[in-house]
């Protein structure tokens, strides 16, 4: 059981770049979170879906764009990165008011 | 800004000591989630206190949730080495919106 699968798990960007971050999930979880988090912070979230074919905004959703392409995977977009987009990706999943599964995390850096 | 806060931001202690830390939060809550990160990696899940619970025991873990204070306390008794890890508590102030507070890094001495 894999649980929540991140992709790609590190990646250097030159300001402007655009990229796609990919999570999945295998256990049939209706909701899907993308978190980042900067050096010796908490989590900060970005966007989330509480069911396939929806989303909202979350507490940065700015500069970042996401698509629930079906109940497993849910993406982020960053369309033109810039440096203070350097964070860690969390992407994580629940089936709903109960315990979030976390993936390993995308560490991304924008210079 | 955040939805909870944790306190103290860090924590430092002997193997065999208890750890005790502290969340406290804004709006009314369905429930109460603490997690663990270990260093550069994904949380996990700790115990999961709902708002008509008052306190939950997992293990080495106790939690007590008040919510007439928005504020719940995570205590880990006889710590070990591998006890070493930032806590974190979660907590959805709207339907399946968690939030995550700033953390307390908890260092445990051998």
């Known amino acids: 059981n894999a649980g929540v699968t991140q992709t790609p798990k590190f990646q250097v960007l030159k300001t402007g770049q655009s990229m796609t971050l990919q999570c999945a999930q295998d256990?049939?979880?209706?909701?899907m979170y993308w978190y980042r988090q900067d050096p010796g912070m908490g989590l900060r979230l970005i966007y989330y879906s509480a069911s396939e074919g929806t989303t909202d905004k979350g507490e940065v959703p700015n500069g970042y764009n996401v698509s629930r392409l079906n109940k497993r995977e849910f993406s982020l977009r960053l369309e033109s990165a810039a440096p203070s987009q350097t964070s860690v990706y969390f992407c994580?999943?629940?089936?709903?008011?109960?315990?979030?599964?976390f993936g390993q995390g995308t560490r991304l850096t924008v210079v | 800004s955040q939805q909870g806060e944790e306190d103290p931001q860090a924590l430092s202690i002997q193997e065999g000591e208890n750890a005790t830390m502290n969340c406290s939060y804004k709006?009314?809550?369905?429930?109460l989630q603490w997690y663990r990160q270990n260093s550069g990696r994904g949380l996990v899940h700790l115990i999961l206190?709902?708002?008509?619970?008052r306190e939950k025991h997992s293990g080495r873990l106790r939690v007590t949730l008040d919510t007439s204070k928005k504020s719940s306390s995570l205590l880990i008794t006889a710590s070990r080495a591998a006890d070493t890890a930032s806590y974190f508590c979660?907590?959805?102030?709207?339907?399946?919106?968690?939030?995550f507070g700033t953390g307390t890094r908890l260092k445990v001495l051998a």
């Open positions: 256990m049939n979880h209706n909701s």
């Open positions: 709006t009314s809550i369905n429930n």
């Open positions: 994580a999943s629940t089936r709903g008011d109960t315990e979030a599964f």
């Open positions: 206190i709902r708002s008509n619970e």
């Open positions: 979660a907590t959805a102030p709207g339907t399946y919106k968690y939030i």
